[in-house]
């Protein structure tokens, strides 16, 4: 029950959320005098904010922001606050910013940045919440020593997911260790009150913000964790620390291709691989990808190009798709993914990628592809480029891949880096 608020009030707050009169709930949070009704209608939103947030209405929520801003009770500051999450995380920014334009302007006279260290004591997780967004704008020595402190103590799991992210922003190569901690935290060690998902969402954090801070360290950090027995951990590892672009990542990468066991820690190997090549400096580019390509092709005994097809199909990055492109060529894999994928290629409408599908296409063994072509050229229509193009691969599927390449005039090109790399049109 609200606090001192009798159960025949409280009845009718709740009655007004029953019947969907959210406006006359945010009446009594902005407008009323008495603290107990004020905390009673945020108490009753916060239960029924699922339905209240299908109907909420920008000055609904800005009532909302004005009472985190101004009301003089913490209780009905963190009900807000809860409201405030749900609806969207990113509203307890635009609080801030408003803080810091106004920073005497606070509900306890505490002025900004000083009143986030008296959130951040509090025992309500929201308004702590509330503290680690705002440490992590301020950015100064005391509050990231705040921030660290949260990431090695905080026990409500979306506090600590920010409090970790807000370390990678910061990117202060002191929040490397407390974050490495929450990497090496069994499951069984949180509250049971904590579910898989809270944890998924805290581990992901943690391995983007090492990302995020870049250093050797960091990078240290997640190949440790790529070494452990959490395979869902090395899954979220594997699909980031190509974004380090290092020669090193690629052995780490390249051995979960082998694993023929677990089929999501080979698509996000893939992945890794091809962020790994995205990710290279301009000049490192090639020699990188040689390198994977001898790395796969003594130590990966399975065949793995369904991972790099389903790249070329789904992946919203030209530059993703074009390497991955490249990759099957370099497998000669014939699989029915394999095939499928690079004709489709030669459809797309980026032409960097029609191109290398086509020279990947060209090093396939002609006798399991020619069908296929035949196929793909009596579907399409014979005035467009991927005909002229599907065309050209069945002319020369009885040449060496070489002497194919050599032929292919006005539909090859000598690739460098950038062409696989970046996604201009």
């Known amino acids: 029950m609200a606090q001192g608020l009798s159960p025949q009030k409280y009845d009718r707050l709740y009655s007004l959320s029953n019947r969907g009169e959210y406006g006359t709930l945010i009446q009594h949070l902005r407008d009323h005098d008495d603290e107990n009704v004020r905390f009673g209608a945020s108490g009753v939103l916060a239960e029924s904010v699922e339905e209240f947030k299908e109907a909420v209405t920008p000055e609904a929520q800005e009532v909302l922001v004005d009472s985190v801003l101004n009301d003089p009770s913490d209780a009905v500051r963190a009900n807000v606050i809860s409201i405030l999450l749900e609806i969207d995380e990113s509203t307890l920014d635009t609080?801030?910013?408003?803080?810091?334009a106004e920073p005497e302007a606070t509900p306890t006279g505490t002025p900004y940045p000083l009143i986030l260290t008296k959130w951040h004591s509090k025992p309500k997780p929201e308004l702590r919440y509330l503290a680690v967004v705002g440490f992590e704008r301020v950015g100064s020595a005391s509050a990231a020593q705040k921030l660290r402190t949260t990431i090695k103590r905080e026990n409500n799991m979306r506090v600590l997911k920010r409090a970790i992210k807000a370390g990678g922003k910061i990117g202060d190569e002191t929040f490397v260790t407390p974050i490495q901690e929450?990497?090496?935290?069994?499951?069984?060690?949180?509250?049971?009150?904590?579910?898989?998902?809270?944890?998924?969402?805290?581990?992901?954090?943690?391995?983007?913000?090492?990302?995020?801070?870049?250093?050797?360290a960091a990078y240290e950090a997640l190949l440790t964790a790529s070494r452990?027995?959490?395979?869902?951990?090395?899954?979220?590892?594997?699909?980031?620390?190509?974004?380090?672009?290092a020669e090193d990542t690629v052995d780490v990468i390249v051995r979960e291709l082998d694993n023929d066991e677990n089929d999501e820690l080979r698509k996000e190997a893939a992945e890794g691989v091809i962020t790994t090549f995205r990710e290279s400096e301009f000049d490192e580019g090639d020699s990188i990808r040689q390198q994977t390509i001898d790395k796969i092709s003594e130590e990966v005994s399975i065949d793995v190009s369904?991972?790099?097809?389903s790249i070329v199909a789904e992946s919203p990055r030209k530059s993703e798709k074009r390497n991955a492109a490249w990759m099957l060529g370099q497998l000669e894999s014939t699989s029915d993914e394999t095939v499928e994928s690079l004709l489709t290629a030669l459809q797309d409408d980026d032409a960097n990628l029609r191109q290398i599908a086509t020279a990947s296409l060209t090093k396939l063994d002609p006798t399991e592809i020619e069908p296929k072509i035949d196929a793909?050229?009596?579907?399409?229509?014979?005035?467009?480029?991927?005909?002229?193009?599907?065309?050209?691969?069945?002319?020369n599927l009885k040449d060496e891949a070489e002497e194919a390449k050599k032929e292919l005039v006005d539909y090859s090109y000598v690739a460098s880096p950038s062409d696989y790399t970046t996604d201009r049109e």
Do not use: M
Request: charged share 30%; net charge negative; hydrophobic share 35%.
């Open 95 to 100: 609080v801030v910013t408003r803080l810091q």
């Open 182 to 216: 929450q990497l090496r935290v069994e499951d069984a060690q949180y509250d049971s009150s904590v579910n898989e998902e809270q944890i998924r969402e805290v581990k992901e954090a943690a391995v983007q913000a090492l990302v995020r801070i870049g250093s050797n």
């Open 228 to 245: 452990g027995t959490d395979e869902q951990l090395k899954e979220q590892v594997l699909s980031e620390i190509g974004k380090f672009g």
């Open 306 to 309: 369904t991972e790099f097809a």
């Open 376 to 395: 793909f050229i009596d579907e399409i229509d014979s005035e467009s480029e991927a005909y002229q193009l599907a065309s050209f691969i069945k002319s």
